[in-house]
């Protein structure tokens, strides 16, 4: 599974800092289900088919937009061309969609990736300045 083969800082498991179990977001949401039952696979995927019916009335109500940046990315012919707005909306999902979605975390488990986060999430970008960098640029 994705992230499956991460190699964390060693520190993090040397100096037990954190559960090494715990690296993997995948397998903290299915200890969530454990711990929680009544969250039912059925539950949560209809949560996620839910969530992905809301964003994209919102996107169409123009909610969205406002906060949208284009950004250049080059296409797969490799032609420059830009992203104006998020492709991780799937408005035409079902609940069979997501039952038959495989649970790459644990056999038989409730967490796929038609409820989980994209993985775009993970891909934003921290700026770190001092103080008088921030005065002088603003």
């Not at 940046?69 to 420059?80: L, N, T």
């Amino acid at each position: 599974p994705i992230g499956g083969n991460a190699d964390p800082n060693p520190r993090f498991v040397a100096e037990k800092m954190v559960d090494p179990g715990a690296l993997n977001m995948g397998v903290t949401a299915e200890r969530i289900f454990d711990r929680f039952p009544h969250l039912t696979k059925e539950r949560s995927d209809r949560f996620g088919m839910l969530s992905q019916h809301k964003a994209q009335a919102a996107y169409d109500a123009g909610r969205f937009q406002p906060d949208l940046v284009s950004v250049a990315v080059k296409d797969a012919e490799g032609s420059w061309a830009l992203a104006a707005e998020d492709e991780g909306r799937r408005p035409q999902t079902t609940m069979e969609d997501l039952a038959a979605l495989k649970t790459p975390f644990r056999p038989h488990g409730r967490v796929t990736a038609g409820t989980s986060s994209p993985l775009t999430d993970g891909a934003t970008m921290s700026l770190l300045a001092g103080g008088r960098a921030v005065k002088e640029l603003g």
